[in-house]
């Protein structure tokens, strides 16, 4: 039996050079659609982003975020660059949401704002004070 030693990239790679004017990816409650060739320059610009954010392979980020089209983008391009995929259950409770970022070896957090009845930013506030300090980078 051969196998075919191929990442998820090389995939990627491959069937957007194939079909890059056929769609991709579409998110309907966002009236967003990619064609193959935009949704693969936004995966690697994404990947250039979290990269230069100094997350290499191996490392783990954290994606706290209902499923929409940046989780997809997200998705593929740290698969891209070899970054572990850790998805928080985006119903979680503070206490869980500790656990798991504490268990997870996360090294960075992709968040949405929140849903109806869960401030994302209020939690991690609570969990991190400090983060009311933090300077955005440019």
């Not at 100094?54 to 706290?64: E, I, M, R, T, V």
Request: net charge neutral; hydrophobic share 45%.
């Amino acid at each position: 039996m051969d196998f075919v030693r191929k990442t998820v990239g090389d995939v990627l790679d491959e069937v957007a050079l194939k079909f890059s004017e056929k769609e991709a990816l579409v998110d309907l409650s966002q009236k967003k659609r990619f064609s193959y060739k935009d949704f693969l320059a936004t995966v690697n610009q994404t990947a250039k982003g979290f990269l230069k954010l100094g997350l290499k392979q191996g490392d783990h980020l954290a994606l706290w975020s209902p499923n929409r089209w940046e989780w997809i983008i997200t998705q593929f391009a740290l698969a891209k660059i070899g970054v572990v995929l850790v998805s928080i259950d985006i119903n979680c409770k503070i206490d869980q949401l500790e656990y798991f970022l504490r268990q997870s070896d996360s090294k960075s957090l992709v968040m949405a704002e929140g849903m109806k009845g869960a401030e994302y930013m209020d939690m991690i506030r609570q969990l991190c004070p400090e983060v009311k300090e933090a300077i955005p980078a440019s």
